[in-house]
């Protein structure tokens, strides 16, 4: 089957709080912009009850509620939606390539919002009693809605244990199963000895979790003494699993570079190691995977991507001037030698009508000298054929330009 191919300025891989945050942003930008969703807009905060730690709303809110809010926002701004899997990408290059069961979707920058999934225990009637049903991922989210309750948590690492922590301040007993021996724990000392202190912390050490029942929603785990084999039901109101997170990164495995737990890695820009690919949400390897922190992540890589899609327009037209002879400077605004040779542009491009003259500064954005291999301001480049021809550093003289003009 021939696959239809669609053009669009943008494309948005994943359609949670961070993919529509950048949707949001190139939207309003004019940019012609694609999110693909494979399951439900929104993403996994779809399945927190009560969000109460996102700004603007004293009451709270749903997760439902909120994505949906952000959908509806970003249909505004004429983003597009389409609900189905993407099955390969080719993102070297200055075209990138989506690829859908029957379409391929190309564009100039791809933002890449996969997210991920909660690791599971695999324990009967699990899928039963996810997310609003009495097993949680977010003690932040759903804390408060526990407040005087019985809650157990499975794991005993970092997250595990500041987490069930912080839910000690909400209810009024907080259960850790531990699948090691009596004191031996995956945390670091000091969360571990304040565990071990709290009087609302109760340790079920040898355990795992061998079921989860209840009628509607979750009422009892049923745990398993991993040297005894005694199984053990624990009557409690939720279950958090702190087990693990796995990023949905295997489509870019050997593209993109990633950690060892397959998070992308990014610079504070959001930019992968490919140029017009960038990586937002709970796919990076970022300290705090919240929708407060995902939005951010969205604004910064929509910004972005409008910023580098502008670039290459300018690269194109201006700077490499379709092949025709051109002088660029680099120049960054805030450096005092660096302005005082502008007046030396400006003459040429006024007395020298066989060249285009294009000063860039990047002072914003070193989007454009990356493209020519300049890490260095001030710099001068004489460019024909859409080749660099010439080039000054360091101390630019104005007899410098001249004659590199006049050589070149």
């Not at 000690?168 to 724990?185: C, E, L, P, R, W």
């Not at 009892?220 to 109101?237: R, Y």
Request: aromatic share 8%.
């Amino acid at each position: 089957m021939e696959k239809k191919t669609e053009s669009y300025d943008v494309v948005i891989i994943g359609g949670g709080a961070a993919s529509l945050t950048a949707g949001i942003y190139c939207g309003r930008a004019k940019l012609k912009t694609l999110i693909i969703e494979k399951t439900l807009v929104g993403g996994l905060a779809t399945y927190t009850n009560e969000i109460e730690n996102y700004p603007g709303f004293p009451d709270g809110t749903t997760g439902l509620g909120l994505m949906d809010l952000f959908h509806k926002q970003a249909k505004k701004f004429g983003v597009d939606f389409k609900l189905t899997d993407v099955k390969k990408v080719s993102l070297e290059g200055d075209i990138k390539r989506v690829e859908t069961f029957r379409n391929v979707y190309e564009a100039k920058a791809v933002i890449i919002g996969s997210g991920g999934k909660p690791r599971l225990t695999g324990a009967k009637n699990e899928e039963k009693f996810l997310y609003d049903k009495g097993i949680s991922f977010c003690a932040t989210c759903d804390a408060a809605a526990n407040t005087g309750k019985t809650v157990m948590v499975i794991g005993s690492g970092d997250a595990a244990i500041e987490e069930g922590m912080f839910l000690t301040k909400f209810a009024d007993k907080v259960i850790v199963s531990v699948m090691h021996d009596y004191g031996n724990m995956d945390c670091n000392e000091i969360a571990k000895a304040q565990a071990l202190s709290s009087p609302k912390m109760e340790f079920l050490w040898n355990t795992v979790v061998e079921c989860f029942e209840g009628e509607e929603r979750l009422d009892t785990v049923v745990l398993k003494n991993v040297k005894t084999g005694e199984n053990l039901p624990v009557k409690v109101d939720s279950c958090f699993l702190f087990i693990g997170y796995l990023p949905n990164t295997e489509l870019f495995q050997g593209i993109l570079t990633m950690n060892r737990g397959g998070y992308l890695i990014t610079n504070e820009r959001m930019e992968t190691n490919l140029p017009g690919v960038y990586g937002v949400g709970d796919v990076r390897d970022k300290f705090l995977k919240q929708v407060a922190t995902a939005v951010g992540d969205g604004a910064v890589a929509g910004y972005g991507a409008e910023k580098y899609l502008s670039e290459c327009e300018i690269f194109e037209k201006q700077v490499l001037n379709e092949g025709n002879p051109s002088l660029v400077y680099i120049y960054n605004g805030i450096d005092a030698h660096s302005r005082e040779l502008l007046p030396a542009f400006k003459e040429l491009e006024e007395t020298r009508k066989d060249m285009r003259v294009s000063c860039i500064d990047i002072y914003k954005s070193d989007g454009i000298a990356k493209r020519l291999g300049v890490h260095h301001s001030p710099c001068a480049l004489w460019i024909k054929g859409s080749k660099i021809q010439g080039k000054i550093e360091g101390e630019i003289t104005p007899d410098q330009i001249k004659n590199m003009c006049r050589e070149s």
